[in-house]
């Protein structure tokens, strides 16, 4: 079984890193804030000071952290991966990051003789929870199929999707995605209960039809419990959505959905509401009224 190094054990993060010590892989973890790591390291996890520890102890490592900028400090950086990681070794990415950023550090990666994937996740909370993620990746193929058994731990819609980058364009597709169906989401619930209805029988009728979509089905129920709690943070999906519209710009492409949830979601966080889950565009939405 590979040694595997995992960074970063937020809400996601920890169940991912969970699941492949359930495997029998031996695990070492690094996060920024140790008390995130508690439960893994009492579970058996194998703590690291720094990613440099990290690098000189582990055949594969996986990152998932926060923002490009972060992604870029452990990869790139003085005491970062790539300066570190023993010849041979795996880099897996499975933060949502830029796909600029993903190509610079395949690039850089390969003059160490290092090799690297890109491999975004969707899902949330409960994917990762439940080992159900679709994973999306970018990189060598042959590096992609001899990680397989490794992905398929955490997830089960597991694709190929290109060279560098491509598993993080991928994610943009998928973000993008999301961004203007959320809003939808938001405003089919909102007008069901201003008109009267009974939002959660209403929800029996749409969630199977033409209208129906994972956001629907998993958030709009937490909607109506006033549950707001993060599957995935409000700040990090605004991170998501200006990836995405910068790229999209870069390929001269329009794109006025995401924008415009780009901006509702920054309204959202100016009202103290960036540590939320996503599906809390609600408020923003109901405020409105």
């Known amino acids: 079984m590979k040694t595997i190094g995992f960074i970063g054990t937020g809400v996601m993060g920890k169940s991912m890193a969970g699941h492949l010590m359930k495997a029998g892989h031996p695990v070492h973890v690094y996060t920024r ?12 996890a194998i703590w690291a000071d720094s990613p440099k520890d990290i690098a000189q102890d582990c055949d594969v490592i996986i990152t998932m952290v926060g923002y490009p900028k972060d992604v870029e400090e452990v990869y790139l950086g003085t005491d970062g991966l790539i300066e570190h990681a023993k010849e041979g070794s795996y880099l897996i990415d499975m933060t949502t990051s830029s796909p600029q950023l993903a190509q610079k550090i395949a690039n850089t990666a390969t003059e160490k003789n290092l090799t690297t994937l890109d491999a975004p996740v969707s899902g949330g909370d409960v994917g990762a929870r ?3 993620l679709s994973i999306m990746v970018g990189g060598d193929e042959t590096a992609f199929n001899e990680l397989l058994p490794i992905f398929s731990k955490m997830g089960t819609n597991i694709v190929y999707q290109g060279k560098a980058g491509s598993g993080q364009h991928t994610k943009m597709c998928n973000q993008i995605a999301i961004a203007a169906g959320m ?4 405003e089919a619930i909102l007008y069901a209960e201003k008109a009267g209805l009974n939002p959660e029988t209403v929800l029996k009728s749409i969630e199977s039809g033409a209208a129906g979509s994972w956001s629907l089905s998993n958030y709009a129920p937490r909607m109506l419990k006033g549950d707001f ?7 990090h999906f605004i991170k998501d959505m200006t990836i995405a519209l910068n790229s999209a710009e ?3 492409l329009m794109t006025p959905g995401l924008a415009l ?3 509702l979601y920054e309204e959202l966080a100016e009202m103290g509401e960036e540590n939320s889950g996503t599906h809390a565009l609600y408020k923003r939405l109901a405020h409105q009224i």
């Open 33 to 44: 804030t140790k008390e995130k790591a508690s439960e893994l390291l009492d579970h058996g």
């Open 261 to 263: 949830a780009k901006k």
């Open 250 to 252: 870069e390929m001269g």
């Open 183 to 186: 809003i939808g989401v938001c």
């Open 229 to 235: 709690a993060p599957g995935f943070y409000v700040k």
């Open 130 to 132: 439940e080992a159900k």
